[in-house]
Structure formats: C-alpha cells, structure tokens
C-alpha cells in the first residue's frame, strides 16, 4: 500500500463493505485524486489480488472520466484485463521459475507442497498461483486440475496448516482484517494538528482512530502535540476529512 501512495499518487483506504463489493478505484474529475478502496477481509490473498486488480485499472486508464467506481462482479473486458495485470503484477512466471529454482528441496517435493510454497511466497490464492504455475513449465495441467479440485479443497487456510505456517498467515489476515486510512492525509493532519491548524479530532479522524483517549494519550507520549497558543482558526474539521475520503453518513 505504501508503494500504491508514494509512487502512485493513490489514496489507499481499507474498509468495510458489502459483501457485494471487494475493492473500487474513484477518481475526482476536479481535482484529479485517485481513491483505491479494498475491503477489510479474512482471505488475505484476496485483498492483495482486488487492490492489485484496481490498479490495473490505473494503469490501463479506465478511470480517467469523471468520479467512476467499478464493482468487483462487473465483469467486463477491462475487468478481465485487469485481473490479468494483477495475475503478472504479484506472481509474474519467471519470478515463480526463479523462486522455486532456488529451493533446495524443491525436486522432491510433492506437488501440494509446491503450491504451498508459492501461495506463501507471493501472497496469491491457490487458484492464480496454479494458473502461473502452468504456465511456468512447473505442474501440468493434469496435475494442476486435481490440485484445484482436490477435496476438501485446497484453500490458502488449508495449505498453511497442512505445510506449517498457520500463525504466518493469520497475522496477515489480522493485518487484512484492521480498516486503514491512507497514510498521506493521516501524515497532513498531523502535520498541521503541530502546527496549531487543526483540531485533534480531526488528526484522530484521519488515522482512523477508535478509542480517542487512548490516542490522545500516545500522542502526548510521542510528544506530537500543538503549540501552546494557537494563532488561527484550525484549518482541517472531521466533516472536511470526511468529504476527502468519500463518506457519508
């Protein structure tokens, strides 16, 4: 997501949504900012893929008419362009070749072990992590077939229980779970709560904060506070922050 912003320009929001809906890209015909908004999640993998998604929509220049949101389930030709953008971006084939040539016991592992391996190591779902697999000369399709159609099915919870690394992936599901504000806006409120122009509920607005005295209390321990008089009225409300991140009541 870092990267997202700093190279990107984006806004990075992570939120709740319906269930309908698993990420959306809105762009300000005025102002020009970009919003990527994915949704909070267990499926960790899932969440990398959407966000990934989005940007390909970035890149292909979907977006650049007036403020625009694509649902996930809208399948159209650009939709599918952009899961084949998000596909190369995360798991791209000569990375997986690269990869798996320098595991030592790559040779006699089974084949289940193998996509554990990668499902680890890219961040993807079993589902994309077999199509680049295939195509990376690594499994046949036969192969790859019983693999997908395995029962029970071999979900990316099942491969990290069964190949050991079960706490690795729930703490990224944890991460894939908290709502996160776009560091940017969060980093401005700060700046300007220091310098005496705006309030802090308004920084405790842009970072997403839930116990406000709790926050209060680490940012006074961090010493990140306004000066002692203030010369001007705060520049930065809530309901201002709000109209920035699209929300509504």
């Not at 319906?18 to 999640?41: C, H, Y």
């Not at 499926?43 to 893929?49: A, G, K, L, T």
């Not at 709790?214 to 010493?223: G, N, P, S, V």
């Not at 002692?228 to 922050?241: C, G, Y």
Request: charged letters at 25%; proline letters at 5%; aromatic letters at 8%.
């Amino acid at each position: 997501m870092q990267i997202i912003e700093d190279y990107c320009g984006a806004f990075v929001v992570v939120m709740d949504f319906p269930k309908s809906t698993e990420a959306l890209t809105l762009r300000n015909s005025e102002s020009g900012q970009t919003l990527i908004a994915v949704g909070t999640t267990d499926n960790y993998e899932r969440q990398r893929f959407s966000l990934a998604h989005e940007l390909g929509h970035l890149e292909s220049g979907y977006l650049a008419h007036e403020l625009h949101a694509v649902p996930d389930h809208s399948r159209t030709p650009e939709e599918h362009w952009a899961d084949e953008f998000a596909r190369h971006l995360l798991i791209p084939v000569d990375g997986v070749k690269r990869y798996l040539s320098e595991l030592e016991h790559y040779q006699a592992e089974t084949a289940a072990n193998i996509l554990s391996d990668v499902v680890r190591a890219f961040g993807v779902s079993p589902k994309v992590a077999l199509i680049q697999l295939i195509n990376a000369g690594i499994l046949s399709r036969g192969i790859a077939s019983s693999l997908e159609n395995a029962q029970p099915a071999w979900t990316s919870r099942r491969l990290s229980r069964r190949f050991g690394w079960a706490s690795e992936r729930e703490r990224l599901v944890n991460g894939a779970l908290t709502p996160k504000r776009p560091v940017p806006i969060a980093r401005a409120a700060i700046d300007a709560y220091t310098d005496g122009r705006t309030t802090f509920e308004a920084v405790a607005h842009a970072s997403g904060a839930r116990n406000l005295e709790a926050f209060e209390r680490e940012l006074a321990e961090d010493a990140i506070a306004p000066p002692a008089k203030r010369d001007q009225e705060p520049e930065w409300e809530p309901d201002d922050l709000s109209d920035l991140l699209g929300e509504t009541e």
